[in-house]
């Protein structure tokens, strides 16, 4: 997904405030403790597949960096960064372990600022298809399954297990197309900038390090990126509806 290039100290002291915050709201709320733990199996799906995507999209360029280190597999163990993870349960985004990938290796077919684009994409877009089919999944089970089970406690579970995992993974998606390092977005603009602009872009990638920390502090990450989550959710949804005559 993303790999900090500042003191990461800061980011712990962020953490470490933003998790005590979190855990004081839980202790006086039961529901969202609950939210909190039915939320788990949605997290562990959209980190796992984001960075196996980004592994997958390399090898397919021809770089095996990702499939020597193994990282090319769909267990959660080899891919989840434990402060990312942590980060997506208690603020709403966070992020994998980095996979490691090496552009010279990239087919000469593109330059290797397009691979890298490429490979930058795939993370965002296996979530946005994850979400897609999950949400199939749910309108299938609304449309054939017994009302009788949907509206028992099991049935209630897993049709809530799925509607927080196609909502964490539109979430973890649209927050790493932002265009700023360290996110997947700023490797997918980047081939489309001026030589000018690209060249400041990668001059000044330290302030757009600072700039993000700000805005995701301040919370002016989520309020930008939610109209775009809403509208997906919102598509989404439509789309399984339609498919389904709901």
């Known amino acids: 997904m993303f790999n900090f290039s500042f003191d990461k100290r800061v980011i712990y002291i962020i953490i470490a405030i933003l998790v005590l915050f979190t855990f004081a709201q839980y202790a006086s709320n039961p529901g969202a403790l609950l939210s909190l733990v ?88 296996m979530n946005l298809l994850l979400a897609i089919v999950f949400t199939i999944i749910y309108f299938a089970l609304y449309k054939f399954m017994d009302i009788t089970f949907l509206t028992s406690t099991i049935g209630s579970i897993i049709m809530l297990l799925i509607q927080y995992t196609i909502s964490i993974n539109i979430g973890l998606g649209i927050f790493n197309l932002i265009p700023l390092p360290p996110l997947d977005g700023s490797k997918i603009i980047t081939p489309f900038l001026p030589y000018k602009a690209k060249e400041w872009f990668q001059n000044n990638e330290q302030i757009f390090y600072i700039i993000f920390v700000v805005i995701w502090i301040t919370g002016i990450a989520s309020t930008i990126i939610s109209p775009a989550i809403a509208a997906v959710s919102t598509g989404i949804m439509n789309l399984g509806r339609l498919l389904f005559g709901i």
């Open 38 to 125: 039915i939320s788990i199996p949605g997290v562990l799906i959209a980190i796992t597949f984001h960075e196996f995507a980004h592994g997958l999209a390399a090898y397919r360029l021809g770089d095996n960096t990702a499939k020597m280190e193994g990282r090319l597999s769909l267990n959660p163990l080899d891919h989840l960064d434990p402060i990312g993870t942590l980060m997506l349960l208690v603020a709403g985004f966070g992020w994998g372990k980095p996979v490691h990938v090496n552009p010279s290796n990239y087919t000469r077919k593109i330059s290797m600022e397009k691979g890298e684009a490429i490979v930058s994409v795939a993370g965002p877009a």
